[in-house]
């Protein structure tokens, strides 16, 4: 009876560790499972968590207005002291202080009485050689028909020299008429050019001379030109791009005025200087406006502007540049990777680059410093604003 109850209770024991044995097993493979489903769950995280962020700003292509400002001043194209040719007393002043005048108008007329007798004096001269003249050639005639046994040789040499004399005389005398000529019609002072009369300094009975101040200014009013420099960058880039013969070619020039308003009509580009000014490292140049209302005065200062409408360019942040002897890069990256790339900078806006448009339609540009990938190492592009937002 012992044995039977110590056989069953061996059968318990037995029946109790193939439970446990089975209960330990199962817990294992759920332990195992759980742990690689866990482990599915998280190799996507930690491979994400891996891949560098790069704060990329879009490189959009657009067009802009390129403005740039001078300061500048007006100057006559032709300015002009009338002074006289010859001496003598003012005889009278048919313009007046301010007076617009066109070319070879009358001015004013010096007295003429001592010219106009100069001009009879050699008149009566040039009558006289004539007669003279005259006189010689006929007896010289006489002399040649006698023939050279009639007339010795003394004689016809003679004849000979008297009327080469007289014609000489006459062509003085000829000459002298001219200049009296001359100065009788000096007495009579015009415009040179057309343009705009300042003081007009003598008055009537006043004694001028060449050797004296002006009798007045003239100024040319239109054209009238505007004097302004621009720096030696600048000069070499529109040279290099335009030619001296067209060197703001593409760029409208407008001036603005003293109080404020902009002239309506815009300028023409003449030259520039054949030389750099040294102490402030830039080039003169030269502008032409159409000054038909008298509103630009010459000697006044303006404010120049240079327009220019650019298309397909990119404004790139002047900080984002790395200017190099080799050439100006940036750093650009796309769904492919990064790159350096150099660019083309035509010119600069506020703290931007204006650069020519080289780049991919899928291109960004990475901001700040870049960082240092690893070979093969993932990426995501994290786009921003131009100002960090």
């Known amino acids: 009876m012992a044995n039977e109850t110590e056989k069953k209770s061996s059968l318990a024991h037995y029946a109790v560790f193939i439970l446990l044995f089975i209960l330990v097993v199962f817990l294992g493979f759920e ?15 930690q491979k994400q968590s891996q891949a560098v962020s790069l704060n990329v700003v879009p490189l ?23 002074l006289p040719f010859i001496s003598g007393f003012v005889e009278k002043i048919y313009v007046q202080n301010g007076q617009f005048v066109k070319e070879g108008q009358l001015l004013m007329v010096l007295k003429q ?40 040789q003394a004689d016809r040499d003679k004849a000979q020299a008297e009327y080469l004399s007289a014609k ?38 006043d004694y001028v001379s060449p050797a004296g101040s002006p009798l007045m200014t003239i100024i040319q009013t239109t054209p009238i030109q505007v004097v302004f420099s621009i720096t030696d960058k600048d ?18 020039i407008k001036l603005q005025l003293a109080n404020g308003e902009i002239y309506p009509v815009s300028g023409v580009y003449k030259y520039a200087d054949n030389a750099l000014n040294k102490p402030t490292n830039s080039v003169a140049v030269y502008v032409n406006f159409d000054n038909k209302d008298n509103i630009l005065l010459s000697n006044s200062y303006v404010t120049v502007y240079l327009e220019k409408d650019l298309k397909d360019i990119v404004l790139i942040a002047q900080n984002q540049v790395d200017l190099t002897p080799q050439g100006n890069f940036v750093t650009v990256a796309n769904q492919q990777g990064i790159r350096r790339e150099k660019i083309d ?27 240092v990938l690893k070979p093969n190492q993932a990426f995501r592009l994290n786009i921003v604003s131009a100002n960090g937002g």
């Open 31 to 45: 332990v195992v499972s759980l742990k690689r489903q866990k482990s599915e769950t998280n190799a996507p995280v």
């Open 60 to 82: 959009s292509a657009q067009s802009v207005n390129l403005n740039k400002k001078y300061i500048g001043y007006i100057t006559p194209v032709h300015s002009v002291s009338v």
């Open 113 to 152: 009485d001592d010219y106009k007798a100069q001009i009879d004096l050699a008149r009566a001269g040039v009558m006289q050689a004539e007669a003279t003249l005259e006189n010689a050639t006929t007896y010289y005639q006489r002399i040649q028909a006698a023939g050279n046994k009639a007339v010795a």
């Open 168 to 205: 000489a005389a006459l062509a003085q005398a000829q000459a002298q008429l001219a200049v009296a000529q001359i100065n009788y019609d000096y007495t009579v002072i015009r415009a040179p050019i057309s343009g705009l009369i300042g003081t007009i300094e003598p008055t009537k009975g």
């Open 235 to 252: 000069y070499i880039q529109s040279v290099t791009e335009n030619g001296l013969s067209n060197l703001l070619a593409g760029e409208k």
């Open 345 to 371: 900078i035509i010119d600069t806006m506020g703290s931007d680059y204006v650069v020519k448009n080289t780049f991919g339609a899928q291109d960004y540009l990475v901001k700040g410093k870049p960082p």
